[in-house]
Every structure is written in structure tokens, then in C-alpha cells.
């Protein structure tokens, strides 16, 4: 009593598929996950290390001008796109082409933020890593195991 002409899968096969599916999603959402806050993490440092470049070929450029003051700001409209204006009153330069996120009422993880006196990076998962600007430095301004994550 053999069918000829099967057309359907029968149940056993059908839960069999779901339950194949089942296991390699269980298996894949943890790990992909982890991928992305990783990306956050790494972008982050690179924007971390971009701004200190920018930020020590700018005061460089300034010392070869005759002004030794300090810069004291990496923001005007948002964060890190402008250095602030030298001594003489000129206009500050471009710090990054593509400035990263600045966080806001629809973005809070993964972003910069900027109080006027230290930068701020909110992780994709937990926890921020804060730096201040003394000196044309950027430097860490708390607690060095979140910053130590972006200076890898």
C-alpha cells in the first residue's frame, strides 16, 4: 500500500526541521549578539584613536604657528567636529570628516556624549567609559577598565 505520488512531508519530518532550526537559532542569536557589541566596542576605539591623531596634528600645527595655548574643546555643534578656535581667533579645524554618533533621546548605547568638559562613550551593553581633555590630551577620567576596553 505505497503511495505513487507523495506530495506533502509527513509530520515527523516536518517537526524534525523545526527542531534543527530551534537548535541552530539558539546557537546563533548569543553569538550574534556578542558580534555586534564587540563592533560597537571596536568602532569606538577607532573613533577614540582618530580624535587623539587629529587632536595631536592639530596642536602640533598650532605650536608651528607661535600659539602654545592648550585646546580646550572637541565640540561645538556635535561631538567631535570642530577643535576649538586658537589664540588668534581662528576658527577651529575639522577634527573628523564623519563625526560618530552623538547620543540623543533615540540613540543611548553605542554613542558619544559631551557635557562641555569630558566625552563620554556608552557601551552597546553596559557601562561608559569617560575621558576629559586636559592639556590636549584625551585622557581616561574614571574608571580605567572601561577605557582600557576602547584603547586596546
Known amino acids: 500500500m505505497l503511495r505513487k505520488n507523495r506530495r506533502a512531508f509527513t509530520l515527523i519530518e516536518l ?15 548569543p553569538r550574534f549578539t556578542a558580534t555586534s557589541v564587540l563592533a560597537y566596542t571596536s ?9 587623539r591623531s587629529a587632536l595631536m596634528t592639530e596642536r602640533q600645527k598650532r605650536i608651528l604657528r607661535g600659539d602654545t ?20 581667533g581662528n576658527a577651529g579645524a575639522e577634527i573628523l570628516q564623519y563625526p560618530p554618533t552623538p547620543c540623543s533621546d533615540d540613540v543611548t548605547t553605542g554613542c558619544w556624549s559631551n557635557d ?20 590636549s590630551k584625551l585622557i581616561c577620567d574614571e574608571d580605567a577598565a572601561d577605557c582600557k576596553q576602547l584603547e586596546k
Not at 43 to 51: D, I, M, R, T, Y
Open 116 to 135: 562641555g568638559t569630558s566625552y563620554t562613550y556608552f557601551f552597546a551593553d553596559e557601562g561608559d567609559a569617560k575621558f576629559k581633555l586636559e592639556n
Open 69 to 88: 595655548d592648550p585646546i580646550d574643546s572637541l565640540a561645538k555643534d556635535t561631538i567631535f567636529d570642530y577643535f576649538s578656535d586658537d589664540a588668534a
Open 43 to 51: 568602532k569606538a576605539g577607532s573613533e577614540l584613536a582618530a580624535v
Open 15 to 29: 517537526i524534525f526541521v523545526i527542531l534543527i532550526i530551534g537548535i541552530l537559532t539558539a546557537v546563533a542569536v
